[in-house]
């Protein structure tokens, strides 16, 4: 098949055309990067800053268009699947429609079903936008409402989602959005990673390693404040035990050389599952401190392996289950041993693409 991926949300769509390529297919990824993580692409979407930015990438893709023809299936990353506003991204969208044989929409992220679930109907307990049935109230999350209610990124996400061939959910979180307004076309299918070829060094170090990634802008968002709040308290308390590495927007290249050998990786507090930067880090055999609700095990099918440390979004629970590791350090090769198993059953980048395939086959 001739595929075209639109856009890049931490690594996905590269992963999925790794994998996609080595079943035979002919796929081109063209994206921004996911700005500052500067992710591999063919077609460098990029844009400059200010409003000559906008119209040098304007004229860059309308330039691109004729090239975006007569694919079997355009995947695109989110509704704002470029750099875009999106009363731009209506035409762009119109002519892939009309020039392409399937269109998938991706539910990976941030677009108006998410929002407007989580903050209305509320089918999780905890998420982005609600603990329990108290609407989030903090500055980040009210400017993604005021980003996404009643503008037109949601008319633009409504059209989509409406016109689109089929719909494919990355999380368990993104599923129970979209499943209820779409049930004949919503798939799941877990996040693509590719798997190392060596195995995991042993460690080396005495006192437990954890890494936490701060995202610009959006540590508020993710709760990656009150995690590393939570972190810096169970260090205090244990020096000689605990050492924590703490990045701030580098690159995906950096990002992984500073992750390797830690012990353990804190993300998301208000995930039930695991997404791209924990998985990635599992699959080296760094273990997970965030989203592992029963969820997440259950749309997987996974009956036997635990091997995320499954935090409530609080700091005193991130505060405690960090605590106990750092006490009990001889839980770490078994989670270890898990983490890595977890990923080669439900997110080896082969296995995910053939499903991809069977899906786009349909």
Not at 67 to 87: S, T
Not at 101 to 111: E, N, Q, T
Not at 235 to 252: A, C, I, K, T
Request: with cysteine; hydrophobic share 35%.
């Amino acid at each position: 098949m001739k595929i075209l991926l639109l856009g890049e949300y931490s690594n996905v769509h590269n992963t999925l055309a790794e994998g996609l390529r080595a079943l035979g297919h002919q796929v081109t990824v063209a994206s921004n990067g996911d700005f500052w993580k500067d992710y591999p692409r063919d077609i460098d979407l990029a844009r400059r800053k200010g409003k000559l930015g906008g119209m040098a990438l304007m004229a860059k893709v309308y330039s691109l268009l004729p090239r975006w023809r007569g694919y079997d299936v355009v995947q695109l990353i989110n509704p704002m699947f470029l750099e875009l506003k999106a009363e731009r991204i209506f035409p762009i969208y119109r002519y892939l429609r009309r020039h392409n044989k399937k269109i998938v929409l991706g539910a990976f992220g941030m677009d108006w079903y998410w929002v407007s679930e989580c903050t209305y109907r509320k089918p999780l307990r905890y998420s982005d936008f609600n603990i329990g049935g108290t609407v989030r109230t903090d500055e980040p999350a009210l400017k993604e409402q005021r980003d996404w209610l009643g503008t037109e990124k949601e008319r633009l996400n409504k059209l989509i989602a409406r016109e689109c061939d089929h719909i494919v959910t990355g999380l368990y979180e993104y599923q129970v959005c979209y499943e209820p307004h779409f049930p004949q076309k919503t798939t799941f299918i877990p996040f693509p990673i590719k798997l190392p070829t060596a195995s995991p060094l042993p460690d080396q170090h005495t006192r437990i390693r954890i890494f936490i990634g701060i995202s610009k802008g959006r540590s508020a968002y993710k709760g990656t404040d009150i995690m590393l709040r939570a972190a810096q308290q169970v260090q205090s308390r244990y020096p000689d035990r605990m050492e924590l590495v703490r990045v701030e927007g580098v690159p995906f290249a950096e990002y992984q050389r500073l992750m390797d050998g830690s012990d353990a990786i804190l993300d998301q507090l208000y995930s039930y599952t695991p997404s791209m930067n924990p998985l990635l880090a599992m699959s080296k055999g760094i273990v997970c401190i965030g989203g592992g609700e029963p969820e997440n095990y259950e749309i997987l099918g996974e009956k036997e392996l635990r091997p995320i440390i499954n935090v409530q979004p609080n700091y005193e629970s991130v505060c405690h289950e960090l605590e106990q590791l750092v006490l009990h350090p001889e839980r770490l090769p078994e989670l270890k041993r898990q983490s890595i198993e977890y990923v080669r059953r439900h997110h080896d980048h082969l296995k995910v693409a053939r499903q991809y395939e069977a899906l786009y086959a349909k």
